[in-house]
C-alpha cells in the first residue's frame, strides 16, 4: 500500500523562477492539503483541494497555486520564488474533508532551496 | 498571539523518565488535537489524537485535554534515545470546514543515555 509521494524530494531555484512540485496521495484518499515548513518553524497550511477544487486556502499570496487532477494527484505551484519561499513542502493526504480520526498522513516533501 | 504556543526546548530528559510536552491554543471552537512526532530531516508522523476532555493512553504514550484551559499535553513514560525527536502539536477549529490543522513550532525532545 503505498503511501503519500511527493517528487523532487529536492531542488534549488533562483529567485524569480517558477517551481512546481507534485504528490500522490495515500491509496483511497481523495482530499490533498499542501504545507510549508520553514526551518525550525511548524508546518503551515497553504491549501486544500478536494474534488479537482481549492476548498480552503492558508495566509498565502497569490503566487502560490495548485491543482488537483481526476486522479486526486496535486501539483502545487510557486512562481516568482523569494528567497523566503526557502522551505519543506509537505504534502498530506486523507479521506474527505474531515478529520475526526485524525487520519491525515504526511509525504517526505520537497525541500525547495531559492538562491 | 499565536495560535497554537509551544516550549520550543530543548527539553532533555534521562533515558526512562517522563517526558511531558505542553501545548496551548487560543481558539476556543477547536475540536480536534493531534501530536505529531517529526525526526530531523523527516516528515511529521502522527502519534497521538485526542478529541475530548480527560486522557487517552496509547503504550507509552498518554494524551491530556482541559478545554476549559485551552492545554494539551503529552507525555512520553520510560522515555527512549528513540524518541528524540520534535513534537508538533495540531489543532483544527471547528470553523472554516475542511480539515485544516494548525501546528505550534514544536518542542524539540532529547533523551540521554
Known amino acids: 500500500d503505498a503511501g503519500v509521494t511527493q517528487s523532487p524530494t529536492h531542488l534549488i531555484k533562483t529567485r524569480g523562477q517558477q517551481v512546481t512540485l507534485r504528490c500522490s496521495p495515500k491509496s483511497g484518499h481523495d482530499t490533498v492539503s499542501w504545507y510549508q515548513q520553514a526551518l525550525g518553524q511548524g508546518p503551515q497550511f497553504i491549501f486544500q483541494y478536494y474534488e479537482e477544487e481549492e476548498r480552503q486556502r492558508g495566509n498565502f499570496p497569490d503566487r502560490f497555486s495548485g491543482h488537483q487532477f481526476p486522479n486526486y494527484s496535486s501539483e502545487l505551484n510557486v512562481n516568482a520564488l523569494l528567497l523566503g519561499d526557502s522551505a519543506l513542502y509537505l504534502c498530506?493526504?486523507?479521506?474527505?474533508?474531515?478529520?475526526?480520526?485524525?487520519?491525515?498522513?504526511f509525504g517526505e516533501g520537497s525541500r525547495l532551496t531559492v538562491l | 498571539q499565536k495560535e497554537v504556543e509551544q516550549n520550543s526546548g530543548p527539553l532533555s530528559v534521562p533515558e526512562g523518565a517522563i517526558a511531558s510536552l505542553n501545548c496551548t491554543y487560543s481558539?476556543?471552537?477547536?475540536?480536534?488535537f493531534f501530536w505529531y512526532r517529526q525526526y530531523s530531516g523527516k516528515s511529521p508522523e502522527l502519534i497521538m489524537s485526542i478529541y475530548s476532555n480527560g486522557d487517552k493512553e496509547d503504550g507509552r504514550f498518554t494524551a491530556q485535554l482541559n478545554k476549559a484551559s485551552q492545554y494539551v499535553s503529552l507525555l512520553i513514560r520510560d522515555s527512549q534515545p528513540s524518541d528524540s525527536a520534535t513534537y508538533l502539536c495540531a489543532v483544527k477549529s471547528r470553523t472554516g470546514g475542511g480539515n485544516k490543522l494548525t501546528f505550534g513550532t514544536g518542542t524539540q525532545l532529547k533523551v540521554e543515555l
Open positions: 481558539d476556543r471552537v477547536s475540536q480536534s
Open positions: 498530506a493526504s486523507s479521506l474527505g474533508l474531515t478529520l475526526n480520526t485524525g487520519e491525515l498522513f
